[in-house]
C-alpha cells in the first residue's frame, strides 16, 4: 500500500521557470491538500479539494494552481518560480463524511523545492 | 479562525527521562485535535488524535494526550523518552466538518541526550 506519493523529491528551480509537483494517493480518500513548510513557521494550507473537479484556496494560495481531476491525483503547478517559493512541500489526504467522521491526514514524504 | 500555539521551539531531555510537549488551541467549539511526528526528511506521522469522548488519548510509540477544555490545551506526553523520539513534533488543529483543513504549530523541536 503506497499511501500517498510524491514526485519529485527534489527540484532546483531558476526565478521564472515552472514547474509542477505531483502528487497521488491509492487510499480512495475524497480529500486531498497541499502544505508548504518552512522552519519555524509550520506548515502552512495552499490548496485543498473535497472531491474531483472541486479545489479550493487555503492559507496561502498566491503564486500556485492546482487540478483535481481524478479522485487519486492532485498536482501543483507553479507559473512563475519565486525565490519565495523555495520551501518543502507536502501533499495529504483524508476521508471525510461531513460531521461523521474525519480520517487523520496522510502526509508524502514531500517535494524539498529550491529557487535560485 | 483556529489557531495552534506551541510555545517551545526546543526541548532537551535525557534518555528514560519523561516529556511534555505543550500545545494551546483557539477555536469556538469543540475541535479535532492531533499531534505529529516528523523525523528529518521525511512526511508527517500522525501520533494520536482527539475527536470525542475520553479526554486522555493514547497514541504510538508510548505517547499518551490530554484534551483539557477549561485551559484550551493539548499537551503530549511520554513516561520515558528514548533516544529514537527525537525529532519535530507538531500540533494541529482541525474544524468539524470543515473540509478536515488542518492548522498546524509552529513545532517543537525535540533533542534527546543520551
Known amino acids: 500500500n503506497a499511501g500517498v506519493t510524491q514526485t519529485p523529491k527534489f527540484r532546483i528551480l531558476k526565478i521564472g521557470q515552472s514547474m509542477t509537483l505531483q502528487c497521488t494517493q491509492d487510499?480512495?480518500?475524497?480529500?486531498m491538500y497541499w502544505y508548504r513548510q518552512d522552519p519555524g513557521m509550520g506548515l502552512k494550507l495552499i490548496y485543498y479539494s473535497v472531491g474531483a473537479g472541486i479545489t479550493d484556496k487555503g492559507e496561502v494560495p498566491n503564486g500556485y494552481n492546482v487540478s483535481r481531476s481524478t479522485t487519486e491525483d492532485f498536482p501543483l503547478r507553479l507559473e512563475l518560480a519565486a525565490p519565495s517559493q523555495t520551501s518543502v512541500y507536502f501533499c495529504?489526504?483524508?476521508?471525510?463524511?461531513?460531521?461523521?467522521?474525519?480520517?487523520?491526514?496522510?502526509f508524502g514524504n514531500g517535494t524539498r523545492l529550491t529557487v535560485t | 479562525a483556529q489557531s495552534v500555539t506551541q510555545p517551545d521551539i526546543h526541548i532537551t531531555v535525557s534518555e528514560g527521562a519523561s516529556l511534555e510537549l505543550r500545545c494551546n488551541y483557539s477555536?469556538?467549539?469543540?475541535?479535532?485535535l492531533f499531534w505529529y511526528v516528523q523525523s528529518p526528511g521525511q512526511g508527517l506521522q500522525l501520533l494520536l488524535k482527539?475527536?470525542?469522548?475520553?479526554?486522555l488519548v493514547q497514541g504510538i510509540k508510548g505517547f499518551e494526550a490530554e484534551f483539557k477544555r477549561s485551559q484550551s490545551s493539548f499537551n503530549l506526553r511520554k513516561p520515558s523518552v528514548h533516544w529514537s523520539d527525537a525529532a519535530e513534533y507538531f500540533c494541529?488543529?482541525?474544524?468539524?466538518?470543515?473540509?478536515?483543513?488542518?492548522?498546524f504549530g509552529t513545532g517543537t523541536q525535540l533533542k534527546v541526550e543520551l
Open positions: 477555536y469556538g467549539a469543540t475541535p479535532y
Open positions: 482527539y475527536f470525542s469522548g475520553d479526554t
Open positions: 494541529a488543529v482541525g474544524a468539524r466538518g470543515g473540509g478536515n483543513k488542518l492548522t
Open positions: 487510499m480512495n480518500h475524497n480529500y
Open positions: 495529504a489526504s483524508s476521508y471525510e463524511k461531513g460531521r461523521a467522521y474525519n480520517s487523520p491526514l496522510h
